[in-house]
């Protein structure tokens, strides 16, 4: 686990020296009369801190825990990383596609799209369930979000069909 | 007590009206089902169903959200001694022994007594939430910024201690959440903080999104890295009410369940799952053949269910008597209670006695719907389980979308809701609890006001928070348990690990 912790803590660090930077920027105050830089500049300054006791605590462990680690840290940073987060890592980039186009397409559009793909990702040799899933599953969501609940969801290019 | 009396009546008015019975009636539903439902846990599914209740009175709203907070809890254990699978981490200690039950065929008295030891123990906690909340907010009004400081410094280091795992992650993570409330307008002088020109951000970071990407979106995709094989119990199920011996073996740990549960939800991150814990813990300890525990006793199944119900009741307490929450959901509620133009603290329950007096009786009804909506619907319960996850995740991930869509109708917040989805499901892989960063995040605000309101009364002198009784307690029990941590590491982390290992 040394090894990820110690990434995780760099990050802890430079996060901390951004809110830290941040809060110099602002007026600190002082403090007799604290102002909007004071309390960033003290959170900041803590996780930098405690980022840097996370890369110092890592030296401190045992040689031994460390190899029994060491497969758990492939998993995680080395190539067989990929085996275990491709599914994962499709998902959001059909999320972040979905929420990229929903205002362009419209939501019905959208979501028959990403529901079909996601259905389909861990269940790949089966196409006519996925379609009948998602078309129900639009339906279904159309009722409870547009009818019921009276949202405005987007219409994109359907626009002029409703 | 004719004041009680009074509130009481106060309360049957507003819980017995037509529409919140049904919105309890849906709060313990919703709940049941994503009790059941090992892709989304409570937290997911309130801040999912949050934005719902923006049309609806507030003590609906509540009386709905908090029926999902318990009914989980509810929930959690028929996947527990079913499947072996815990539904919710409040319900993983009923594996052991439930599910070795189902295997011997006593599946029926293993849910039986899972919902009756909830039903006894949640209205055991709503019975003291109702007798001890309102004194509590009497002695609390005395409260001033040094004391509210000192006592949040307080909540935040018991959240860090009572987390799973290293005690300097969960800190991390609490100052993260810290860093991240700074995002927006400051609460006193107005700056813009953090924003970059991003007028979405001139409000901050809202938390619903927030917590459906960290506990929704995050769970979902560590569940896709494994396919899970779910073999769930065919026999059929019968007996559900436990026999005189069950009932012997099991009312002592009941009682002791609740009363453990009760004091844990109470304290700041000590929530319904440390409860189970540690009444499992306590049941081993007392039980006169320790040996058998995990072999399918029904004390195993008892003390953890009671108290975990009874955690989720107590943990109540201190957002209506201090507005401050004690665990995740709690901050939702607190969110909710703001979103309703509810100001928590102190003078809640004197200003809005309709909301908590609702609350407290809803919850009674609620408990009793749920003994009705748990034994007869478990086989209801256990056909949902079948549903292959490759179903239902799609369907979860577009209702996390369309909650956070529909805030404030645009993509702004889905992409904060993603964004906590990578981070949620990153901090799953390098063992960092999130939790403490939403408590750190909801408390933050409150922490900076009281802290610089202190600095002004005291004209800049840190003395303040040594020289009031109340406030110099708190840092001192606060230096005391991070103390406590360094000297006990190794031992906290053999705890963990048993734990993890069973």
């Known amino acids: ?162 | 007590m004719g004041s009680l009396v009074e509130n009481l009546l106060l309360g049957y008015q507003v819980a017995f009206s037509a529409i919140n019975l049904l919105y309890c009636f849906i709060g313990v539903f919703v709940g049941t089902l994503i009790g059941v439902l090992p892709g989304i846990g409570p937290a997911g599914a309130i801040a999912l169903l949050l934005p719902i209740t923006y049309g609806m009175a507030p003590a609906s709203a509540i009386i709905m959200l908090a029926g999902i907070w318990y009914g989980a809890q509810y929930g959690g254990s028929t996947t527990s001694i079913l499947i072996n699978i815990p539904g919710e981490t409040s319900t993983v200690m009923t594996c052991l022994d439930g599910y070795q039950m189902s295997r011997q065929g006593r599946a029926g008295p293993a849910l039986g007594i899972a919902a009756i030891g909830s039903f006894i123990a949640g209205t055991f906690g709503v019975v003291i939430l109702m007798l001890v909340a309102e004194p509590l907010t009497k002695v609390t009004l005395k409260f001033g910024p040094p004391e509210y400081f000192s006592l949040m410094v307080l909540a935040l280091t018991l959240v860090t201690y009572l987390a799973r795992g290293s005690m300097l992650k969960a800190i991390i993570m609490a100052v993260l959440g810290v860093c991240l409330s700074l995002i927006g307008i400051d609460i006193i002088s107005g700056c813009s903080r953090f924003t970059f020109g991003i007028v979405s951000l001139q409000d901050g970071i809202s938390v619903i999104p927030m917590c459906m990407g960290l506990f929704g979106v995050a769970e979902i995709l560590t569940n896709l890295e494994v396919s899970v094989d779910v073999t769930v119990f065919k026999e059929k199920i019968k007996g559900l009410f436990p026999s005189l011996k069950d009932w012997k073996d099991s009312i002592v740990s009941i009682f002791r369940g609740t009363l453990i549960g009760f004091f844990l939800g109470i304290l700041p991150g000590g929530g319904v799952a440390i409860a189970s814990f540690t009444s499992y813990a306590v049941e081993k300890r007392f039980s006169k053949h320790p040996e058998k525990f995990g072999t399918g006793v029904i004390e195993g199944v008892a003390g953890p269910e009671s108290a975990n119900n009874a955690a989720s009741t107590g943990s109540f307490i201190p957002l209506f008597t201090l507005g401050i929450p004690s665990n995740v959901c709690m901050a939702l509620f607190l969110g909710a209670l703001m979103i309703h133009g509810l100001q928590p603290g102190p003078l809640l329950i004197s200003q809005y006695p309709d909301v908590f007096w609702g609350v407290v009786v809803s919850m009674y009804i609620g408990n009793v719907t749920l003994l009705i909506l748990n034994l007869p619907l478990i086989p209801m319960w256990v056909r949902v389980l079948r549903l292959p996850y490759w179903v239902l995740f799609p369907l979860i991930l577009l209702f996390c979308i369309m909650g956070s869509y529909s805030m404030n109708y645009n993509t702004f917040d889905v992409y904060v809701m993603l964004i906590f989805g990578i981070i949620g499901y990153l901090c799953r892989k390098f063992e960092y609890e999130p939790a403490p960063m939403i408590l750190g995040f909801i408390l933050a605000p409150m922490i900076e006001k009281a802290l610089r309101q202190s600095l002004l009364i005291s004209q800049g002198s840190l003395s303040i928070f040594f020289t009031r009784s109340i406030s110099i307690s708190c840092l001192i029990i606060a230096l005391l348990i991070l103390s406590v941590s360094v000297f006990t590491k190794k031992r906290r982390q053999a705890i963990v690990k048993m734990v993890d290992s069973d």
């Open chain 1, 1 to 162: 686990m040394e090894k990820l912790d110690r990434v995780s803590a760099f990050i802890w660090i430079i996060v901390g020296i951004f809110f830290l930077i941040g809060g110099i920027k602002y007026n600190v105050g002082n403090f007799h009369n604290p102002d909007a830089g004071f309390f960033p500049i003290l959170a900041g300054s803590l996780l930098s801190l405690l980022g840097s006791i996370l890369i110092f605590s890592t030296f401190s462990k045992e040689q031994e825990e460390e190899r029994n680690e060491k497969a758990k840290e492939r998993n995680i940073l080395g190539k067989e990383a990929w085996k275990t987060s491709y599914i994962p890592s499709l998902t959001l980039l059909i999320l972040f596609l979905y929420t990229f186009l929903l205002e362009v397409l419209g939501f019905i559009l959208t979501t028959l799209l990403c529901l079909f793909l996601l259905f389909r990702l861990t269940n790949p040799k089966r196409w006519l369930m996925p379609l009948i899933l998602s078309v129900s599953a639009i339906i279904l969501s159309h009722l409870i979000f547009s009818v019921w609940l009276k949202c405005q969801l987007p219409r994109g290019v359907l626009t002029h069909l409703f």
